[in-house]
């Protein structure tokens, strides 16, 4: 006697399941300290040496002198264009230099409190030396 197709799937029993494997926790492939090594490694590479890091006020005060000394820098330079213009826009200013509207605008306003420079309302608007 031969067993039909039909009726062969219910002469075999319930499957068997292979035994569940023992839990495991995960646990880091490296140490926290190698980890920052790496990962210091890799910004020094594609940023170089970043220098001195300075935190809160202290790098407040250093990202400010930089920029006083930047701005110094460019006074001269801004001075020889309004000397050589009667009066001039600061678009003017920002088109020769290359510098942007910022930069200009913190020169300028550093420069009138001075007293160096002076901006006319009245046509021609801009910046002139007083």
């Not at 031969?2 to 029993?13: H, N």
């Not at 330079?77 to 003017?92: A, K, Q």
């Not at 930069?103 to 901006?119: C, F, H, P, S």
Request: contains cysteine; hydrophobic residues 35%.
């Amino acid at each position: 006697m031969t067993i039909e197709p039909s009726a062969v799937r219910f002469t075999f029993g319930a499957r068997v399941l292979p035994p569940k494997p023992e839990p495991t926790t995960a646990r880091p492939l490296m140490s926290i300290e190698e980890d920052a090594k790496r990962i210091n490694a890799r910004t020094r590479k594609a940023w170089g040496e970043t220098g001195n890091q300075h935190f809160g006020k202290t790098a407040n005060a250093v990202r400010t002198a930089a920029a006083r000394e930047r701005d110094a820098e460019l006074t001269p330079v801004i001075l020889d264009i309004l000397r050589s213009n009667t009066r001039t826009s600061r678009r003017e200013i920002m088109r020769v230099t290359g510098l942007s509207c910022d930069v200009v605008r913190r020169i300028l306003d550093a420069m009138q409190e001075k007293g160096t420079v002076t901006y006319h309302r009245t046509a021609p608007k801009g910046w002139s030396i007083e």
